[in-house]
């Protein structure tokens, strides 16, 4: 995968800590120490250039030499690697040229702010990353391999088409394919976004990277492992990732062509002045040098990074977690979101929604029985109608005779009846009236999943369960709307419960019945419509959608590691009311960097201009480079108070 990097900060990446504890303090902390060091050594040099000895000019070449380093490294990699001349060597050729004129402090001071700017950078990018990976936990990476009678736990590179494997419950799937023994509900919501587990029994077909319910199942390997589905999730996400974004290509070009620009006018005003206008020599390096310095881009630098990096930090402290701050900058111009709907607008578990006796019960004394006899059962709509019993606060009885129908229901003895609860086909239906069925098909029109209790009488009742609205969502899509954005919903759920979900909530479009590359297909074509879209989800399979999109955005508790890893930004508390936070801010840190852009490049101009016309000292057009940026960055760090 190609790695994007900005030509102002160095690149960082998540590595494993290798080294010393010095070596890992210096690695993690070396640009900050550099920049502090290279601060007190120039205002060292500052207290003591009148006492007429050597040590100010010592102290101002270390000054130099570790504050710029590691730009000038950079720098140097940049023009000899690629052929380019960037802003970083650019910043020291105007350090060295006001130091040539005799202007060290001056020079000293350039250096100083520019490596403080790029160790803020670093230190904010690296902890993003730290942070994003203490939230991953690794894919499967072995399998108990079946074979000759003998159970064998192997790495899931060494599964071989046909090879058997076990899959005890509780345990995650390890590869792709078809069940040879055993029934179970697998949770297949990573992978195709369903919010109820799927019964499975023997020929059905399982994916890596979901989990198996409370059933054991010995599985036929269908696919190696890098042509998993899981693994093809993965190939997309780093497809999308390494196609870089016109906006950093932009960046690039206009930044090399500046630099290049400055160097090159000042190399002619060291010559054309003397010549075409009779200066003396002293006089044309000296307007020379007083160009290069106002003219070197530090307040223009300036304009965008503590902007950024003050956007971010306001951010995280309200738990939203930016990897970089292009990714503000991209959130500020979505026109569109697209949501996920399992575990990111809803909690991604069964509620139960609806309670309704048909014989003499209250819905609370149906609710009791059902929640007495789901209370041992291991399966999520069993133990969703527990929970839901257990909150009325009366003590659940003890079933006997209990007996689990995998895939359909369970069948016990309670209170002197037989009751059965479960799904439609495991009821007795035939003797029931229309006006059962008439309740049937409005539940399940509004995308519930139905559970039947039955008793010796007939149908004694019906339970709805539905993956519920997180409390947050419609207030988050309203306020969505409100600032003139598109809210959609894809999902690789039934469209009967996206609809009704979507419609609870107030999307506006809907996408249903998706697979992991319609998703990202549905992504480009919202693109295409809307120009900037945000995505947002938590299982693998959104993930390719996540990285096709202009911002991606995980769910920083219920997320996938694939997710979390893909994601350009992420919700470290599930709370989707940060998303309106985060575009207002996004807009404010937009604003204010525009502010500081057109006032840095007036600020040149007029400093270029004065010099022109002999009416700028190298001091004052110090000062006024400097004060430029100065007033830049605190412009910038406005936004650290932003509401």
Not at 41 to 66: D, H, N, R
Not at 259 to 264: I, N, S
Not at 429 to 457: P, W
Request: with cysteine; hydrophobic share 45%.
């Amino acid at each position: 995968m190609n790695e994007i990097k900005s030509t102002c900060a160095p690149a960082v990446s998540v590595k494993p800590n290798t080294g010393t504890d010095w070596q890992q303090t210096l690695k993690r902390h070396g640009e900050g120490i550099a920049a502090v060091v290279c601060g007190v050594l120039t205002f060292g040099a500052w207290m003591t250039q009148s006492s007429g000895t050597v040590w100010p000019f010592v102290l101002y070449v270390l000054a130099y030499f570790i504050g710029g380093y590691a730009k000038a490294k950079e720098g140097l990699v940049t023009l000899f690697k690629e052929r380019e001349l960037d802003v970083n060597l650019l910043m020291l050729l105007a350090a060295i040229g006001a130091a040539s004129i005799g202007y060290w402090f001056e020079g000293a001071i350039l250096i100083f702010i520019f490596s403080l700017s790029g160790a803020l950078e670093s230190y904010t990018l690296s902890r993003s990353y730290r942070d994003i990976e203490s939230l991953m936990d690794l894919r499967p990476e072995t399998a108990l391999r079946y074979k000759d009678g003998v159970e064998t736990r192997i790495k899931i590179e060494e599964l071989s088409v046909g090879d058997l494997i076990i899959v005890k419950p509780g345990e995650r799937i390890p590869a792709d394919g078809t069940i040879r023994e055993g029934v179970s509900s697998v949770n297949q919501a990573s992978i195709t976004g369903e919010s109820i587990p799927v019964e499975k029994e023997k020929d059905d077909t399982v994916f890596a990277g979901t989990l198996n319910g409370e059933g054991s199942l010995l599985i036929e390997v269908g696919s190696e492992s890098e042509s998993s589905l899981f693994s093809k999730i993965i190939q997309l996400v780093q497809d999308a990732q390494s196609e870089m974004p016109p906006s950093q290509q932009f960046i690039e070009r206009f930044e090399g062509l500046y630099a290049k620009t400055v160097v090159g006018i000042t190399l002619l005003l060291m010559l054309i002045p003397h010549y075409a206008l009779g200066w003396t020599w002293s006089e044309t390096l000296y307007r020379a040098m007083v160009f290069l310095v106002v003219a070197s881009p530090c307040a223009l630098v300036a304009s965008i990074m503590p902007a950024m990096l003050s956007a971010i930090s306001n951010s995280a402290r309200r738990g939203v977690l930016f990897k970089g701050g292009a990714h503000l900058e991209n959130l500020a111009g979505v026109r569109a979101i697209a949501f996920d709907k399992t575990g990111t607008l809803t909690m991604g578990r069964p509620q139960v929604t609806d309670i309704v006796p048909l014989q003499d019960y209250s819905e609370e004394e149906l609710l009791w029985i059902t929640g007495s006899i789901e209370s041992l059962s291991e399966h999520p709509i069993g133990r969703a109608i527990t929970e839901k019993a257990q909150n009325t606060g009366r003590p659940l009885a003890r079933p006997q005779n209990l007996q689990a129908v995998t895939g359909f229901g369970v069948v016990a003895e309670f209170e002197g009846q037989t009751w059965k609860v479960g799904k439609e086909a495991f009821v007795d239906m035939a003797s029931e009236n229309k006006e059962l069925f008439g309740l049937l098909s409005r539940l399940e029109a509004e995308g519930k999943t139905v559970i039947f209790a039955q008793n010796d009488r007939g149908i004694a009742g019906l339970l709805a369960v539905q993956d519920t609205l997180r409390a947050e969502a419609k207030e988050t899509v309203a306020q969505l709307r409100e600032l003139g954005i598109t809210v959609v919903m894809l999902t690789g759920d039934k469209r009967s419960t996206a609809e009704a979900m979507a419609a609870e909530a107030g999307v506006d479009e809907v996408y249903a019945e998706l697979l992991p590359q319609q998703k990202v297909e549905s992504v480009k074509a919202l693109k295409e419509k809307y120009g900037k879209v945000a995505m947002i989800g938590d299982g693998v399979n959104d993930a390719p959608a996540l990285a096709t999109a202009s911002v991606g955005i995980a769910m920083g508790n219920a997320g996938s590691d694939v997710a979390l890893d893909t994601a350009d930004l992420v919700l470290m508390n599930d709370d989707l009311t940060k998303i309106p936070v985060a575009i207002r801010l996004g807009k404010k840190a937009g604003r204010i960097i525009k502010q500081n852009i057109a006032f840095s490049l007036g600020i040149i101009i007029l400093l270029i201009l004065s010099n022109f016309a002999q009416s700028l000292t190298l001091p004052l057009g110090v000062i006024g480079h400097e004060g430029s940026t100065i007033l830049v960055i605190l412009n910038g760090l406005r936004l650290l108070k932003s509401s």
